[in-house]
C-alpha cells in the first residue's frame, strides 16, 4: 500500500537553512506536494514538484526529489521565524485517484 | 485566486443539535473535498464530489451527510454527534480531474459537547 513517512520535530535558528525529508512509497503520483499549516489554520499550498523532475526552485524554497530512492526534501533557505509551522508531504494514492496520502507532518521550530 | 473559503470558523454544538457547515469557491473547480483533521495527525479524507456527484464516502457515520447544492458550494450537515468529532474540518478543491492539485480553506473548528 501507500505510505508517506516524514521525521516528525526539526529545530533550526533564524537566517539558517531548513531541510525536512520525505520518503515515499507510490510511484504512480503526478505530482508531489508540500503543504505548510500555521497553528489553528488550514493547509497552504506551499509548492509541488512534477514526478518526472529532479529540482524545483521557487524563492527561498527547493524542493529535490529522488525517484530511484522514492525521496523527497524541502529546503528553506534563511529560514524565518514566520516559516514555524507544521509541513506535510503528501501524493495521491495511485493513478486515478482522489485521495492524497499525507505524511505524519513536520513541526519546524524556528529559534529568534 | 486560489481561494476556499470556510463559514463559520469555529461552531460549538451539542449532541442533540443540528448544524451544517459550508465551503465555497470561486475558481471554476469541479471536485470539492471534506477532511477532518484532530490535533497533530494529518487531515483525513473523508468525501469528494467529482462533478457534483458524490464519488468517495471513506465510510464516514451517517451523522455526517454532505451535500453538493451546485459546482462552487459544498456543504456537510451535523446531526447527533459525539464529542470524538470534535477535529478542524477542512474543505479543499481541485480542477476535476484525479490527481489535480488540492486548494485548502481555512477551516472550521468544530467543538462538540
Known amino acids: 500500500g501507500e505510505d508517506v513517512e516524514q521525521s516528525l520535530f526539526l529545530s533550526v535558528r533564524e537566517g539558517d537553512s531548513s531541510v525536512i525529508n520525505c520518503t515515499y512509497t507510490d510511484s504512480s503520483s503526478t505530482y508531489l506536494y508540500w503543504y505548510k499549516q500555521e497553528p489553528g489554520a488550514g493547509l497552504q499550498l506551499l509548492t509541488y514538484?512534477?514526478?518526472?523532475?529532479d529540482m524545483k526552485q521557487d524563492q527561498r524554497l527547493t524542493v529535490l526529489l529522488n525517484k530511484k530512492d522514492k525521496h523527497l526534501s524541502l529546503r528553506i533557505a534563511d529560514t524565518q521565524t514566520g516559516d514555524s509551522a507544521i509541513y506535510f508531504c503528501a501524493q495521491y494514492s495511485g493513478a486515478g485517484s482522489y485521495q492524497l496520502t499525507f505524511g505524519k507532518g513536520t513541526k519546524l521550530s524556528v529559534i529568534p | 485566486d486560489t481561494e476556499v473559503t470556510q463559514t463559520p470558523k469555529h461552531l460549538v454544538m451539542g449532541m442533540t443539535n443540528k448544524k451544517s457547515l459550508k465551503c465555497e469557491q470561486h475558481?471554476?473547480?469541479?471536485?470539492m473535498y471534506w477532511y477532518k483533521q484532530k490535533a497533530k495527525k494529518p487531515p483525513e479524507l473523508m468525501f469528494v464530489y467529482s462533478y457534483e456527484k458524490l464519488s468517495i464516502n471513506e465510510s464516514v457515520p451517517s451523522r455526517f451527510s454532505p451535500e453538493c447544492p451546485n459546482s462552487s458550494l459544498l456543504n456537510l450537515h451535523l446531526h447527533a454527534l459525539q464529542p470524538e468529532d470534535s477535529a478542524l474540518y477542512l474543505c479543499?478543491?481541485?480542477?476535476?480531474?484525479?490527481?489535480?492539485?488540492?486548494?485548502f480553506g481555512p477551516g472550521t473548528r468544530l467543538l462538540v459537547l
Open positions: 479543499a478543491s481541485s480542477q476535476g480531474s484525479s490527481q489535480d492539485t488540492q486548494y
Open positions: 514538484i512534477f514526478s518526472n523532475m
Open positions: 475558481m471554476g473547480h469541479r471536485a
